[in-house]
């Protein structure tokens, strides 16, 4: 073969690669740009512009759920007029899946993409956006490119107009109002406060922290501040490494708060404005900051290998909540207790009705810790008239079931170990080095490793099992003892009666109560009580009856006449209450010290 055919052939062969792939392609670039040119409509436009992809289609997704809320929540039900181009043509798109955008750019590399989103929904796991201002989480609004998950990309935020402040943790980009994340995933945990909001800030741990006030309320700022640091140094302590170089709080202060939602280097709560104004308010809202400042450890960095990389089309499903949820409770109440903002009895005190408020619930013997944690996708955010019948929650079981696996490490170290030594390694073994999370397995061997001995049984009973938390042994290492009332043998109806417009309606009925045995359902209208028109509260009228009478009924179900008669039993609710033993020995004295904050 001569040179000359060899060159022909060879730029055939070229010319046939261009034509299938195209030139060699740049580096893939994705910019986003969010406005809200009419906020009293609750519409925020979104344009997604993307360059580098060289596919002859590109799909997107919008997330299903938003991390920290584990629940399927559909965020593209909200999403309109989905539309692409590149440059002056308009591309074919079509939705493949129901959260799915595919676009169809077989001639170009780079091309945007514009829709719109309704936001309306005021709470700390979705986006709203009104007259007054604009919130958004980034996993009901931003879409990701499904094969470039991990590209980095900036965002430009335009404000309303009038607006002129935009708070969130992203890292600007150098333009006004321009921000930078490494991944989607950065940017889906990156919440955004975009309005006139008030902005203060705080020094704690060598790093600015930004706090964003949207709402009006009654409070001294600089006592905010400064109990807010004392709250995010105690936090700090516990795991004793700092991983942030900065942090945002947005607070909402509204009617009602609802809670608050961990970010990696931020969060969002939502608070009652009228919460500053008392001392247990007041004392609420600082431990609901320093609930959600210590998840920037206990599941932003120390996770349960479920919970990272996120799958967002599905559940991310661990057994696990218990310990990231329920431990991230139970740390924040020392928190608070250890910087001094509530005393040793209060916090006993408060223990006391956690323990009286699991020991109560009849799902409590139904569902264990690690079933709650799995089940959260399809009971947790989902309750009904059953819910406590059938289930327990793993943030109040999780909190006991720490304070009680702390006590024990306390008192197998004789007074040198705690749990606090258990998220320290946890941090430094699978964070810092290992980069995951760890397994259930890994977890218990962590356990062990600090206290020096298995607790396999301990895990097996409690946590995976639904048996009675050793609560009086565990305490009486500390020199607590725990008391409890029993139910008195006064009778008990079992029922939860809703009173509206002088119509008394069932909205429960307890498992294996009078009611649930007597055939009293959720949503019966009782009309009568043996005999006479009912004129007040049932429940009241039968406190005085003797355990094992007779009860007749007159009730409407579902618009027709029913009778019923059944025994009213004796009620079985017990009350706890944790106290001091007298005369402590020197190393229940230790635990205690070891356990909690001691002032003399």
């Not at 740009?33 to 919008?62: C, I, N, R, W």
């Not at 700092?242 to 009617?255: A, E, K, S, T």
């Not at 920037?296 to 499903?317: H, Q």
């Not at 027709?560 to 706890?576: D, I, N, V, W």
């Amino acid at each position: 073969m001569t040179h000359s055919r060899t060159r022909v052939l060879l730029a055939l062969v070229l010319g046939l690669l261009l034509s299938q792939f195209g030139p060699a392609m740049a580096a893939p670039v994705l910019r986003y740009t969010l406005a809200m040119p009419a906020p009293q409509t609750h519409y925020f436009e979104v344009e997604t512009s993307l360059s580098g992809f060289g596919k002859p289609y590109t799909d997107l997704k919008m997330p299903v759920w938003a991390p920290g809320s584990y629940l399927v929540r559909e965020f593209a039900r909200h999403v309109e007029g989905f539309t692409a181009q590149a440059g002056s043509e308009t591309l074919r798109t079509e939705k493949i899946t129901k959260n799915t955008w595919r676009v169809f750019h077989p001639k170009a590399s780079s091309f945007t993409v514009r829709y719109k989103v309704y936001a309306y929904e005021l709470s700390v796991r979705t986006s709203f956006l009104d007259a007054a201002h604009g919130y958004v989480n980034g996993t009901s609004v931003f879409m990701y490119p499904a094969e470039a998950k991990q590209l980095a990309s900036t965002l430009e935020v335009k404000p309303a107009t009038g607006w002129t402040q935009v708070s969130t943790s992203l890292k600007p980009a150098g333009a006004p109002n321009t921000f930078r994340s490494e991944s989607y995933d950065e940017l889906a945990d990156s919440p955004i406060e975009i309005g006139n909001q008030k902005v203060l800030s705080f020094e704690a741990n060598g790093t600015p922290h930004t706090v964003a006030l949207f709402g009006a309320a009654k409070m001294e700022e600089a006592k905010l501040l400064a109990d807010m640091k004392k709250v995010c140094e105690e936090a700090h302590r516990v795991v004793g490494k700092n991983p942030l170089d900065r942090y945002v709080f947005i607070v909402h202060n509204i009617d009602r708060g609802t809670g608050g939602l961990e970010h990696l280097y931020s969060t969002t709560l939502s608070v009652s404005r009228n919460a500053y104004a008392s001392d247990a308010g007041y004392k609420g809202f600082l431990g609901l900051v320093a609930h959600e400042y210590f998840h920037l450890w206990n599941v932003k960095r120390i996770r349960p290998v479920a919970l990272g990389p996120f799958d967002y089309d599905n559940e991310n499903y661990t057994h696990m909540l218990w310990v990231s949820e329920g431990g991230t409770s139970y740390f924040g109440d020392l928190i608070v207790q250890r910087a001094g903002f509530v005393s040793v009895d209060d916090y006993l005190a408060s223990t006391s009705n956690g323990i009286t408020r699991v020991e109560n619930t009849p799902g409590n013997k139904q569902q264990s810790a690690a079933e709650s944690s799995f089940d959260a996708w399809i009971k947790g955010y989902r309750p009904n008239e059953n819910s406590s019948n059938t289930g327990i929650s793993y943030y109040d079981k999780g909190e006991l079931i720490g304070a009680v696996l702390d006590l024990m490490i306390i008192q197998e170290t004789k007074g040198q170990k705690h749990l606090d030594d258990v998220m320290r390694y946890l941090y430094d073994e699978y964070y810092v080095q290992k980069k995951r999370g760890f397994t259930d397995e890994e977890y218990q061997a962590a356990v062990a490793k600090v206290a020096g001995r298995r607790f396999d049984d301990f895990f097996r009973r409690y946590v995976y099992g639904t048996e009675t938390l050793p609560y009086a042994t565990a305490l009486g290492y500390a020199g607590l003892k725990l008391t409890v009332t029993p139910a008195t043998g006064e009778p008990a109806l079992g029922a939860s009666i809703s009173s509206v417009n002088g119509k008394y309606t069932v909205s429960s009925t307890a498992r294996d109560g009078s009611a649930w045995q007597g055939g009293l359902n959720v949503n019966d209208e009782i009309l009568a009580l043996d005999g006479a028109r009912l004129t007040a509260d049932p429940t009241q009228q039968l406190s005085s009856r003797a355990a094992g009478s007779e009860v007749k009924m007159l009730v409407s179900r579902d618009g027709q006449l029913k009778e019923l008669s059944f025994p009213l039993l004796a009620g079985t609710m017990q009350r706890y209450r944790i106290e001091r033993m007298e005369n402590p020995t020197a190393e229940q004295k230790t635990v205690l010290a070891k356990w909690l904050t001691v002032k003399n």
